[in-house]
């Protein structure tokens, strides 16, 4: 498929870039910024500068595009944050502008809604402080992204509600739940390979889905 992913300057979005051209698509990696992109060269990969928030130059990334894989996100902060809503619906407002993009893979978080019950630490003081305290503003901009796409049915979109992102050497064999994560963590390779396996089903259509990593198979 031609695949244009958007926010491809991230460590998760990097790994997608790699992950979608080792499954042999064809990929234009977005950035808002105009620095090279720490990937190497390969005939099916072009670079496309766009800015998300604002829609400058969506169209013109998404032209000849399938799919739009979307790692778009931000750090935890006091402030309001609008680039999961704000962008995706430009992302989706791109795409229906060309006929040929039909596929959107949009990244949330598996604290999005509240996550099913585990330890009594988690559940009573991690996740709550998380949720409500340090990424109040960020989980209440995912939440509005998802109910946003909840409103679209002209396109064939799923939500990624990973576990808490670290970084790994290499893609496991991960879990893939409905709705709510059923381990803690999520590698970027592991998030990666399971955006680019979307592309080949058609399942998980306008749901969420969590990919998570087994522990012992990380590594750091």
Same mark, same amino acid.
């Given at each position: ?8 300057? !991230? ?6 870039? $790699? ?35 604002? !829609?400058?130059g ?5 032209? &000849? ?22 962008? &995706? ?20 978080? !598996? ?13 009573? @003081?991690v ?5 409500n ?17 909840? &409103?679209?049915?002209? @396109? ?6 990973? !576990? ?22 999520t590698?970027?390779?592991? @998030? ?5 396996a ?18 012992? $198979?990380?590594?750091?």
């Amino acid at each position: 498929m031609r695949v244009t992913i958007v926010g491809a300057a !991230g460590p998760t979005g990097l790994w997608l870039c $790699r992950e979608a051209l080792r499954a042999g698509h064809t990929v234009t990696a977005v950035s808002r910024r105009p620095d090279p992109l720490p990937l190497d060269p390969h005939p099916e990969l072009s670079v496309a500068q766009a800015d998300a928030l604002s !829609g400058n130059g969506l169209d013109e990334a998404v032209a &000849t595009a399938d799919a739009v894989l979307s790692t778009l996100g931000c750090a935890y902060t006091r402030h309001p944050v609008s680039i999961y809503s704000v962008g &995706t619906r430009n992302i989706v407002e791109a795409m229906r502008r060309n006929p040929s993009a039909r596929r959107l893979v949009a990244v949330s978080s !598996g604290l999005t809604y509240p996550p099913p019950r585990g330890n009594w630490f988690a559940d009573h @003081l991690v996740f709550p402080l998380l949720r409500n305290v340090i990424g109040r503003t960020l989980y209440a901009d995912m939440r509005a992204m998802e109910e946003y796409l909840q &409103t679209v049915d002209d @396109l064939d979109w799923t939500v990624m509600r990973p !576990g808490r992102l670290i970084d790994a050497d290499q893609v496991s064999d991960y879990r893939l739940d409905l709705d709510h994560p059923t381990q803690g963590i999520t590698t970027r390779a592991d @998030l990666a390979a399971a955006m680019v396996a979307e592309l080949g089903r058609d399942d998980h259509l306008r749901r969420a889905v969590s990919p998570t990593t087994n522990r012992r $198979r990380t590594s750091r």
